[in-house]
Nanobody, 117 residues
Framework: QVQLVESGGGSVQTGGSLRLSCAASGRRFSLYSMGWFRQSPGKERDLVGRITLSDGTTVYENSVKGRFTISRDNTENTVFLQMSNLKPEDTAVYYC??????????WGQGTQVTVSS
């Protein structure tokens, strides 16, 4: 089992920045990648981006490219989502996700990000 704990959500104005953190504990050695998803009311949970833990390769959803950056600290088993130039449409609950080598997905509890215009 893997446990994920997110932190860093909050409220900002348009153009502001936030940094989310996700700390993994438990069977961390089994993890292949970690990432972030987000979900707005009435919408599906969508991928924001993810990072391969072994080599740091990242992929991002098109609307966040150039504004969001995912990084990792393997020594602390923590993944970060640096969000800049935030827009009201970025408002959502952000979920940390981790995938293990058997393609099993773990989820954090979610953290609210609200961007006001």
């Amino acid at each position: 089992q893997v446990q994920l704990v997110e932190s860093g959500g909050g409220s900002v104005q348009t153009g502001g920045s936030l940094r989310l953190s996700c700390a993994a504990s438990g069977r961390r050695f089994s993890l292949y990648s970690m990432g972030w998803f987000r979900q707005s009311p009435g919408k599906e949970r969508d991928l924001v981006g993810r990072i391969t833990l072994s080599d740091g390769t990242t992929v991002y959803e098109n609307s966040v490219k150039g504004r969001f950056t995912i990084s990792r600290d393997n020594t602390e088993n923590t993944v970060f989502l640096q969000m800049s130039n935030l827009k009201p449409e970025d408002t959502a609950v952000y979920y940390c996700s981790a995938r293990d080598i058997n393609s099993y997905d773990y989820w954090g509890q979610g953290t609210q990000v609200t961007v006001s215009s």
